[in-house]
């Protein structure tokens, strides 16, 4: 029997039913007062039935101001609660746990939502579209933390089962981790405990502010694979800190917006272990240092090679995410054994370089979209129309906000 159906049960007691786990994918289908929408209750509920244990939104910012699209669902006081419910309950009729991915989009805030975003430090991101930051100070970033508390609350109250805190992939508490980007001189910059400061405290504030049943658990970069950027070794060591402070289980990513790792679409003949799931040669040493589990997301596709990671101890849980927008049912195929491999569409695209950038994410984004609102993606829209539309979607999705926000 395939180690990918064993149950698991986390530090805090709570059970998952299987290791297949959707990573969070920004489904960016909120409504302009970033409300979640049938669309998106639909999405859920077909993942739901679909048969992981565990589906993790997208980012779901703490701040109307630092969104990382203008379609995110938002958690605050000014949230709908009733379409919040709805959401969850789609995502548990099949009977996964729900998680709410909580985030801070810092300064990876597109510029035509907050043209000075908060961030760590004034340095801006190297990428068009990102406006010039602002460094927190000490009241805004007690502010920060206040308010994934507040997040986590509503979470909590709209029948979520836990949050994760996205500390991966560039946004405010993993730029903070970063030296490259955090230059600070005071108690949140500098040392790798001064890095570490922000994220520990957001951690520590929302374990006490949650019930001890409900799941805590965090997105880590295995390593920013930037020069001068947070490393492997800062990653073990982060790692551990968050184990101290009572998180329920660590998910490893890596990269950042302007070092699209996360995202690597590999070869055919990627067969190998290593090749196929990417971060896995890094997670060893993480889980090595570790006792809580462990999940490591990108990259992987065959239940034989998921199956062996967990069976030699490497990982505990199985992150996937484009295979979720190409079949959202493929995890139940997958664990009964009808299929061996999940969707790996992918592989039969051309190399990133050869294309727009940024132009395959942005093809599954609009394929997620698809998926929401008819029910189905279109597999034979081509990379250029994929990417096209999905451009379009953000204007349409900012202008929409940007007039929600200053009605005339
Ligand atoms: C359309 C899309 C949206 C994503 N949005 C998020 C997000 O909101 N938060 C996050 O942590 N990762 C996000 N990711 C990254 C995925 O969680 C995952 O790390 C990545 O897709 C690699 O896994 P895979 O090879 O199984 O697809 C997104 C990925 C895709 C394809």
Redesign the pocket.
Known sequence: MSKINEKLTLPNGIELKNRIVK????EALADENNNPTQAQIDLFQQWSEGGAALLIT??TPVDRMHL?HAGNFVLDPKSDLKQVSALVAAGQSGGAKMLA?L?HAGRQTPEAINPHPTSISEVRLALPGYGQPFPATESELSEVIAKFVQSARRAEEAGFDGVQI?A??GYLLSSSLSPRINTREDRWGGSLENRARLVLEVVRAVRNAVDPGFILAV?LNSSDFQKGGFTHTDSVQVAVMLEAEGVDFIEI?GGNFEEPT???HTSKSASSQAREAYFLDYAAAIKDALDIPLMV????RSASVMSDAIQNGKIDLI?????F?ADPKFAAKLLSGVISMAPAI?RDFPPADSLPRGAV?NW??SQ?ALLGKQGRPDLSMSIEEGHENYLDQIRFATERLNKARRPD
């Open positions: 990573s969070a994918m920004s997208g980012n990382e991915q985030a996205h991966a992939h997105k990513s996360a995202y690597q997301t990108g990259g992987f992150g996937m995410g484009r295979p927008i992918e994410l599954f984004c997620l």
